[in-house]
């Protein structure tokens, strides 16, 4: 009966009631719609991040620091033997780093050269570029720093470096390849070479920066190498995504509270017009906690009922998005976010649907129970009179 009442009350109240559905329907889209946005940009990225750099894990020496640049001359060691191992097996690679200068065009700039092995395959990193010969070293650099510097393949770029000794040398290297990656961490600043080449240069053999390791369940500790699984190393990835959720909860918020003062105000009007109908309920016999049990499943109604209008427009372009993505119109990585491509395609989970629905109907339980907190103080000879009892 409470059910047949709710329906027949909220359907009955015409243009408002649809209204308040719209609004509620908009929410539920709006939240499904961008955080799968979110969703879908953090495992795009994780994924390009892993094919790309980071594979099953890392071992940095001891002294390496990402965000130190400082501590880069002194961040090599010699690879252990057993890391060495699974590198002559396939199953990890060892890259060197070293601070050097360019000299593009007549111009400077500082950049970090990077030695890797060009027969790997653990990642992918174009390295069958790298074989130097004729007695040119080659090198590989991304495409976004290729065009900030103006550099095309075939290029020569005069390169200057200092030995473990620190005596400084230059040379120009040939630019054999320029690759085109989403992933900033080998491609922003950098310059790739081979391993080999690189070692030699510095007068540093059979010592490395960083090992990457195919299998992420290998974890042995070795002295002087820390290891960093991927849950540390897509950390500021974790927390970018995490910055831009909370950012976009604003709009959630706004929309969500549209909603309720919608909701809010037609339960207040409802109660004050239907005081009549309150007392003669009560008069038949219906007591107090079931009426207001009718007047807030009246209000659950409206996010029930906005369940279903948001599946007939959200559905369609929930689906449209998954297809064609949501295109920037300009490369994504002029804005520095990592892993980001021309276009974002969303990633939609149950948990999230159904977390969004719980929110929305959680919410609006509470706002529609608020209201009617004032007909337990009701009595039935007010209500039949019209009024409502101090």
């Not at 207040?268 to 109908?277: G, H, P, T």
């Amino acid at each position: 009966m409470i059910f047949k009442l709710a329906m027949k009350n909220i359907l009955g109240a015409g243009f408002r009631t649809w209204l308040n559905i719209f609004i509620l329907s908009l929410s539920y889209f709006a939240i499904i719609a961008l955080q799968g946005f979110y969703v879908g940009w953090q495992d795009d990225a994780s994924r390009e991040m892993k094919n790309w750099d980071f594979a099953g894990g890392q071992y940095w020496q001891e002294t390496y620091d990402p965000y130190d640049p400082f501590t880069l001359e002194d961040s090599h060691a010699a690879i252990p033997e057993d890391l060495q191992k699974l590198i002559v097996e396939g199953e990890a690679i060892s890259i060197l780093f070293s601070p050097a200068t360019i000299y593009p065009e007549g111009r400077m700039r500082n950049i970090v050269l990077k030695g890797i092995d060009p027969d790997q395959n653990l990642i992918e990193l174009p390295t069958k570029y790298l074989v130097d010969s004729d007695g040119e070293i080659n090198c590989i650099i991304g495409s976004g720093f290729a065009d900030n510097l103006n550099i095309k393949e075939e290029d020569y770029i005069v390169l200057r470096w200092r030995d473990k000794n620190g005596t400084y040398d230059a040379r120009d290297i040939k630019v054999a390849h320029i690759f085109s990656t989403t992933v900033l961490t080998v491609e922003s600043n950098q310059i790739w070479i081979s391993l080999p080449t690189l070692q030699e240069m510095l007068g540093l053999p059979n010592e490395a920066t960083i090992i990457t390791i195919k299998d992420e369940m290998y974890s042995k500790e070795f002295s002087g190498w820390q290891y960093r699984d991927l849950d540390f190393l897509l950390l500021d990835l974790t927390n970018l995504i995490q910055a831009k959720t909370v950012g976009s909860s604003i709009m959630y918020a706004i929309l969500l509270f549209l909603a309720m003062i919608a909701i809010f105000d037609t339960q207040i009007l409802a109660i004050f017009r239907r005081r009549k109908e309150m007392g003669t309920m009560m008069a038949m016999g219906m007591t107090r906690p079931k009426i207001i049990q009718l007047f807030t499943f009246e209000g659950v109604l409206h996010a029930v009922l906005a369940i279903f209008m948001g599946a007939i427009y959200g559905i369609p372009l929930l689906r449209h998005f998954e297809k064609v993505g949501m295109k920037f119109g300009a490369d994504a990585k002029d804005w520095g976010l990592s892993g980001l491509n021309d276009a974002l395609y969303p990633v939609y989970g149950w948990k999230l649907v159904v977390g969004t629905i719980i929110l929305v109907l959680i919410t609006t339980t509470i706002v529609s129970f608020l209201p009617t907190r004032r007909i337990a103080k009701l009595k039935p000879t007010d209500a039949l009179r019209g009024k409502m009892t101090k």
